[in-house]
């Protein structure tokens, strides 16, 4: 009985633990958030720090935050999601989002209480590595 009840407490203890981790994670957003609340509306630079077949997400300089841009808010085609390239390209223009690319975004909505951020407006400033690395080609 008593190892059956120090298992238990152990598997309890475990449970408590990953929770205070999501808590943590989850809160660690909200100040940087609330900080930049009042530039909503204004452009930010960043780098695509994560490409997804729904869009991508940039981290926002020297904040911390990562945010999110929608794939339809990268306008005038319709983006593929390429994960041996880790990156969204054009189906008839052929334009490329990948990881690395310094980028400006336009600031939409900040959710201080979620500590999420929702971005658009993306212009590719830079790109990483080697000249010549936006007209690879398939």
Do not use: N
């Not at 052929?94 to 658009?120: I, N």
Request: with cysteine.
């Amino acid at each position: 009985a008593d190892f059956d009840s120090a298992v238990a407490l152990a598997d309890h203890c475990s449970d408590r633990e990953r929770s205070a981790q999501r808590i943590e994670r989850d809160c660690a957003d909200i100040r940087p958030a609330a900080a930049i609340k009042a530039q909503e509306g204004e452009r930010m630079e960043g780098m695509v720090v994560s490409i997804l077949g729904s869009g991508l997400f940039v981290e926002l300089g020297e904040t911390g935050l990562d945010g999110f841009v929608a794939a339809e808010q990268l306008g005038g085609d319709w983006y593929r999601h390429d994960p041996e390239r880790h990156a969204l390209i054009g189906e008839r223009t052929g334009r490329r989002f990948r990881l690395g690319q310094t980028v400006s975004v336009l600031l939409e909505y900040v959710d201080v209480a979620q500590g999420r951020v929702w971005l658009g407006g993306l212009t590719v400033l830079a790109e990483p590595g080697s000249p010549g690395f936006d007209e690879e080609k398939d």
